[in-house]
């Protein structure tokens, strides 16, 4: 088992940004660069939905609801996933799990306020 630490989620105004980060602690660095890896957010009564996910080459790809506002970025050295987001909308309120490979964080609360 590979465990993945999320942090940055939290409680923001709309209009707001707040950066996601996700940190494969126990995973081989060889390993953790030729992943894929994203972030999906989930909310009451819904599916989990896919947002944002880059693969092994730096390619990324977004869901329609957040490109534009919303930026996945690897930083390999530190084996660790993020997801700028801005221009934050109530809509945006979710909880937000990264996955790496099929290791899947605990999730983080992002909850934006009208």
């Known amino acids: 088992q590979v465990p993945l630490v999320e942090s940055g989620g939290g409680l923001v105004q709309a209009g707001g940004s707040l950066r996601l980060s996700c940190k494969a602690t126990r995973m081989i660095t060889s390993t953790f660069n030729s992943s894929p890896m994203g972030w999906y957010r989930q909310t009451p009564g819904k599916e989990r939905e896919l947002i944002a996910r880059?693969?092994?080459?730096?390619?990324?790809d977004y869901a329609d609801s957040v490109k534009g506002r919303f930026i996945i970025s690897r930083e390999n050295t530190r084996k660790t996933v993020h997801l700028q987001m801005n221009s934050l909308k109530a809509d945006d309120t979710a909880v937000y799990y990264c996955?790496?490979?099929?290791?899947w964080g605990q999730g983080t609360q992002v909850t934006v306020s009208s």
């Open positions: 996955f790496i490979r099929d290791y």
């Open positions: 880059t693969d092994r080459g730096g390619a990324t």
